[in-house]
């Protein structure tokens, strides 16, 4: 059985994804910084934080003060962190559906997205229903192509919402497609959307919110009265420091002839007699099969190739470049040991993808040990 530090957690298997929770804070007072003071900050809970975990996160951050409202992807996300004792206002993101889920919204005091005038008229049905006034966000799509109100409709959708006893236009907001890339793009998204705000009228102020991450850190014009950073408190945008870490342990090791294979398909061949240590992570864990033959881990201090096929369970690392390597020595995918370091964005380049999508696809398995 293993304990690892930072937590009470017990757990057998020697794989094990670490968060930092004061970066956490850190990075969303450094965010906050480049924000103006009176914009408000919706932190992006979602997809159980980016792979880091919801509850844990959100605490931290509800415990800095650093953050007015929490966003997620779903009710079940929001139940989550309303039974986990959050305070703090609570976004549902996504377009609730069925629209039963308006009833479990306002029981657990969780703000819906209105994304369509058929939404509107179910919460007007939940509102009535739960005998309250029901707060809610409206949604403009302004060119992502998903899900929200035509810029067309959105003014219609709003003075319906407004002139409902029992409900509140708390926010209008939308999504930009491409803040990261397209900077014409995204100008038009934005303006597209001041001239559907500006035909808006409610008798009351509500929030105007466009930007995430990258796009409040690149547009002045998104700022608004509210961001919702996501990628940047988990430090996986540039200039903010990296919250997970994922690491395991050596429980294998070997020494292979010139010409031996190792792993499904004989992917890989050795050229001259190697090392070859066994590490119990594969891509049930969420650590990509596209890494086979490709990625590095960090083993005292040094880069050791990954070599043959990442398995469902296990991958095997060339080792013999660190030849006081031993079994039960650290071996770490994601983060730092020494000098090294090995980040999400590293990954997920070699694996053609983005570093979202790689802590995100980190499993429920893998047991997450907070440092406080």
């Known amino acids: 059985m293993t304990a690892q530090p930072g937590s009470s957690r017990r757990f057998f298997r020697p794989t094990w994804a670490e968060v930092d929770l004061s970066q956490i804070g850190a990075n969303l007072r450094r965010f906050r910084e480049k924000i103006p003071k009176k914009t408000k900050l ?52 996504g377009s609730l559906y069925p629209f039963e889920s ?8 969780l703000t819906p997205t209105v994304a369509s005038f058929e939404a509107a008229r179910r919460l007007v049905d939940a509102a009535a229903r739960v005998g309250r006034r029901l707060g809610c966000h409206l949604k403009i799509d302004t060119g992502m192509g998903r899900i929200g109100v035509s810029p067309a409709a959105g003014a219609a959708v709003a003075s319906f919402i407004a002139e409902q006893p029992h409900l509140k236009l708390e926010g209008v907001y939308t999504h930009l497609a491409s803040a990261e890339s397209d ?36 547009y002045a014009a998104a700022r608004l009265d509210l961001v919702r950073p996501g990628g940047a408190i988990y430090g996986l945008c540039a200039g903010f420091s990296p919250v997970l870490s994922l690491k395991s342990k050596i429980v294998f090791l070997k020494t292979v002839a010139p010409g031996s294979t190792v792993g499904y398909g004989a992917t890989f061949r050795a050229r001259r007699a190697a090392r070859i240590a066994t590490v119990p992570v594969g891509y049930a864990d969420g650590y990509p099969r596209l890494l086979s033959n490709k990625a590095s881990v960090l083993i005292g201090g040094k ?10 369970d296990m991958l095997t690392v060339d080792v013999t470049a660190a ?3 031993r079994v039960g020595e650290d071996v770490v995918l ?19 993808t983005i570093s979202y999508e790689v802590t995100c696809a980190i499993s429920s398995r893998v047991p997450r040990v907070y440092l406080p």
Request: glycine residues 6%.
């Open 303 to 312: 880069r050791c190739p990954v070599v043959g096929r990442v398995s469902m």
């Open 183 to 218: 900077r014409a793009r995204t100008s038009a998204q934005l303006a597209r959307f001041q001239e559907t705000l500006r035909k808006v009228s409610a008798p009351a102020r509500f929030l105007r919110h466009a930007a995430n991450s990258a796009a409040a850190l690149s």
């Open 42 to 93: 919706m932190f992006v809970v979602k997809a159980n934080a980016y792979g880091h975990g919801a509850a844990a996160c959100a605490k931290a951050a509800e415990k800095a003060r650093a953050a007015d409202w929490l966003g997620v992807s779903s009710v079940e996300e929001g139940v989550l962190l309303r039974e986990a004792e959050l305070k703090l206002p609570i976004l549902v993101l």
């Open 102 to 109: 308006f009833l479990a919204a306002a029981e657990y005091r």
């Open 334 to 352: 994601i983060g730092r040991q020494g000098r090294q370091a090995i980040t999400a964005q590293d990954i997920a380049k070699t694996a053609g």
């Open 323 to 325: 030849p006081a390597a």
